[in-house]
């Protein structure tokens, strides 16, 4: 679907005008520009991600890493990267932890973050039912 297709669909669905369906879809862009302007990750440059999490008295049981993927023109997710957090501070059962990332590929990408027990009684940590995953 190319451009004047779209605002003649546009137009259509809202029972407005050609010209009027052109002005929301421009207005919309506009907006939706500006918006990822503000969340700009740039290729090559390197970022600081910090979290702060509650063990809740696990001492030390939770992992992190930063899980960054892309989809192929097929349609399939593809892992690009897995990054661990490494604990850099520790109060009380407030555990910091903090990654470096940087991605070196330009691109479309997805950043997630997944936490995990850690205990070396556990042979398959993804497998196990206590994997969150977060944005």
Not at 93 to 115: C, E, I, P, W
């Amino acid at each position: 679907m190319n451009k004047t297709e779209l605002v003649a669909a546009i137009a259509e669905q809202a029972e407005i005008s050609k010209k009027d369906a052109e002005k929301a879809l421009k207005a919309f862009t506009d907006v939706v520009a500006e918006e990822l302007k503000k969340g700009d990750i740039e290729s090559g440059k390197e970022y600081t991600i910090t979290y702060v999490i509650d063990e809740k008295g696990l001492n030390d049981a939770v992992g992190l890493e930063l899980v960054t993927t892309y989809t192929t023109a097929d349609g399939k997710q593809h892992v690009y990267s897995v990054e661990p957090f490494n604990v850099i501070k520790k109060e009380g059962d407030l555990y910091t932890f903090q990654v470096k990332h940087s991605l070196s590929n330009a691109g479309s990408f997805k950043v997630s973050y997944r936490m995990f027990p850690k205990n070396p009684e556990l042979p398959h940590r993804q497998d196990f039912c206590y994997v969150r995953w977060f944005v």
